[in-house]
Structure formats: C-alpha cells, structure tokens
C-alpha cells in the first residue's frame, strides 16, 4: 500500500475526525469534508458517557471495551482532548435488573461495584436522595465530544489533511461499479477510497451509489445549565434523569444517555428535564437552564454499527452507528487498519452492511 493512498472522509463529527486522524498518522493523504464545521451534529448533542455498560451482547462489550483503553491512548497522543474517567454511577433499572447486569458484566471483567446509601452519599455528596443500592463503575467517564472532534481534525490538518467544510457533498461518485469520489455544488473531488462517516445523513449518500443503509434517527433533547462551581465528581445515572458537569462547570441532563425524545413541545420537556435535573441536587436551584439540544442519533436498524467497506461496491467504507463518542477511537484505529493494510480485525466482524442482506 502506498504510503499516498488518497482517501475522503465524509463527516468531521468524532467517527469522521477520529478516522481522519489515524489516517493522517499512518500516513495517507486526506480530505475532510464537511456540510458545517468540525464537531459534527450528532455529536455535538451527545451525553458523551464512555462506557460498556448493560444491554451488551459479549461481542459489543468486547469492542466497546477495547475502545475505552483506546480513549486513553488517543487522548495522550492528540492535544486538546478533554477526557476524564470520572465514574458511572448507576440505578435507573429496577434492583432485579442492576444485579442481573452486575453479574453478567461482572463475570466479563466489567468493574462494576455495588455500593450502599452510604457510600453513594460519598462518592457524590451533593446528591439530595442518594440511592440505597446502585452500582459503580470507576473505569467509566466522559469526554468533551465537539472540543475533541475539533481537535482531532485540527492535529489531522497539522499533519496534512485537507478540509472542506460549509460545503455538503450532493452524491458520491462512482466508475464501473467503484466509488471514486464526491460531488458537491461545486467540484468534483476525486479519491482512492471513500469513507462514509456522515451520520442521519449517510443513508441519502450512499443510496446515490445503489447501497442501502438501514438506518433509524431517534430524536433527542438534552439539556445545558450556565457553568457553574462544582456539583458532581462524576456520572450520575439515576432513574430520574442521567446528568454530569462538563469541563467547563455545565449541568448536562437527559432522560437517558441518549437523551429524551421530546415530544411535540421540545422547550416544554426541556424545562421539565432540566426541573429534575435540579431536584436531584443539592443546591440546585442555583441552576439556571442556558439552553437546550435537539439531535437525532444515526443508529443501525439493529442497534448495532455499521464498520466496514460496502458489499458490491468498491471504494466505500461506512462507519454509521449510535455509540459514537464510545467506539471513536477503536472505529478510527480499526478502520485505518483495513483501508491502508487490508486487514480486518477480529472484534469487527459482526458489524459488516452484510448482515442485513441474510
């Protein structure tokens, strides 16, 4: 493979920067393009908790724990990413629940305590109602999505990647069954390979080239408090609402780590989300709501991401999933691997497009 392999990635929120940094590093030369400007969209209305927590078959936890080890990696080799394993503590499931997922994680390796009111009370003290029973993750953390998509594509650019950003791309191109670039409103830019990394707006694009991508975009609505001193030492996973403060002193709250789907009255729920919000602190009426979000998360019909290069049609790589923040670095190292060595690696192989053709 040669080391000027050409290769445009669509997409500068945490897939597309993380797999145009590695690239950039393994020395390929490539092109970023983007319909706005690095961050992305999804992910800049992401909860960004890092975590292999419940509801993982052991393939999925496998991968997602590989990635965790990966965001330590990654943040001491590019500057200005905002990481911190900061700890999950959790108890929004019925206790049932929490001690079937602690023992079937617990026996994966997961390290996964469970802790009492007291200790609770301990490990986040400003919380009004600490939990009799929840579990704690001390490997579990978060990290600034935007501040870390922008500076993963900011090292790429310092290493000599190219961006093109205000500029959405209109379809890919494709030569006798290859895809060989990307049309916008006004050039044509040609590649080697092309990767697809665009979010809610990947399935658009590759059904231009005849591939199919199928995709659901559940909606949903954070919401930001105006920074503030510190309240929380880490995640807080609660049965009323997931929340966690930010590196800048923000309250971030959703429903779940998805966020809540919002409904018809968005500012409504907002507000009502960020009342919870407030409840489950001490101190919280010192809160003030600065804004909400609204996104729509790119997520694979199964629930499960989509790596991997397009079945007959070459010259296309997908990475479209919901668990962005989490798989960023494993999806970019991994990726980069196949698109320049050919080589594929093992905890990737239940998430090829071709699982949907069976």
Known sequence: MPASKDIIVIGAGIIGASIAWHLTKAGAKVTIVEAASPGGVATANSFAWLNASWGNPKPYFRLRTRSLAEWTRLASECPGIQLGWVGGLLW?????QLEAYAAEHGSWGY???RIDRAEAAQLEPNLAAPPDFALYVAEEGAVEPVSAARALTDDA???????????PVA???SENGRVVGIRTADATVRADEVVLAAGTASPELAATVGV????DTPPGVLVHSHPHSKLLNGLVLADRAHIRQTAEGRIVAGAD?????PGADVAGTARALFAEAQAMLKGGD???????TLGYRPTPADGFPIIGRADNVAGLYIAVMHSGITLAPVVGLFATEELLDGRRDPLLAPYGLSRFAQ
């Not at 929004?92 to 049932?96: A, E, L, N, V, Y």
């Not at 650019?157 to 500029?167: M, N, T």
């Not at 199919?212 to 995709?215: E, T």
């Not at 780590?257 to 789907?261: L, P, S, V």
Request: charge should be neutral; charged fraction near 20%.
């Open 171 to 173: 379809s890919l191109v």
């Open 111 to 113: 390290g996964i305590r």
């Open 286 to 292: 010192a809160l003030s709501l600065d804004f909400h």
């Open 92 to 96: 929004d499931m019925p206790r049932d």
């Open 257 to 261: 780590f998805g966020g809540a789907d």
């Open 212 to 215: 199919n991508l199928p995709l």
């Open 157 to 167: 650019l310092r290493g000599g990647a190219r961006l093109i950003s205000g500029a």
